[in-house]
């Protein structure tokens, strides 16, 4: 147990729509990271906060957005919903900002997520 | 544009010793490489870390060449749970996030 949590674990939806994915870090750290994860794209950094700020964007879609809360949980919003968009979803958090020296990412469980 | 490749799989016997290298051809200067398991449906797992030469912990070792351009992951006398997919990882050059290797999927025949 990574002390990293997720929720919901599975989410099935219909195109167009709109969900939001959940994470709550572990204790103490202050660093939130998304990632997706699909079959042909592998483990793709979608966007980073740190104590509340967003601090590092990867490939994220306009369509995409997240925040982090005061009590440093954080929310990814994805709307619009495409087929494609199908994938697994990871939240992971570390103690630190700094991606260069030593900063140990713990993952979540994820959500699947499934457009229909 | 960072480039990191790993081979897309493996298979060994139960008991051997597995190599696994990855490509980072263009890691920055400071950043540290990560290893990452990751089983079916959970979240990848911190395996190891280094910055260069050989680090060992009690479940596998990392050596890193004084060009650091690549790394090696080395798993001593392998089990059946040993079955999953090893990423490495660095940091997206000039930014926090992490940036993952293509997975190498090993297959640890009984």
């Known amino acids: 147990d990574s002390g990293v949590t997720q929720t919901p674990k599975h989410l099935i939806t219909a195109t167009g729509q709109r969900v939001t994915l959940r994470c709550s870090p572990r204790s103490g750290d202050l660093s939130v990271y998304w990632y997706q994860q699909s079959l042909d794209q592998g483990l793709q950094f979608l966007i980073q906060?740190?104590?509340?700020?967003?601090?590092a964007k990867g490939n994220i879609l306009e369509r995409f957005s997240a925040q982090q809360f005061p009590d440093l949980h954080s929310e990814l919003n994805l709307s619009s919903l495409e087929l494609g968009d199908s994938a697994l979803y990871f939240c992971a958090s570390s103690a630190r900002l700094a991606g260069g020296a030593y900063n140990e990412q713990f993952f979540g469980p994820g959500t699947r997520l499934t457009v229909l | 544009l960072a480039k990191t490749t790993q081979p897309i799989s493996m298979d060994s016997y139960e008991g051997q010793e597995v190599n696994i290298t990855c490509s980072h051809n263009n890691i920055a200067t400071n950043d540290y490489i990560t290893w990452y398991q990751q089983f079916p449906s959970q979240g990848p797992r911190f395996i190891i870390q280094g910055y260069k030469t050989k680090v060992t912990n009690e479940v596998a070792s990392l050596f890193i060449p004084a060009d650091r351009k690549s790394s090696t992951l080395s798993l001593p006398r392998v089990s059946l749970s040993d079955t999953a997919v090893y990423y490495c990882?660095?940091?997206?050059?000039?930014?926090?996030?992490?940036?993952f290797g293509t997975g190498t999927r090993l297959t640890v025949i009984p």
């Open positions: 990882s660095h940091p997206s050059t000039g930014a926090n996030n992490l940036f």
């Open positions: 906060y740190y104590n509340g700020e967003e601090r």
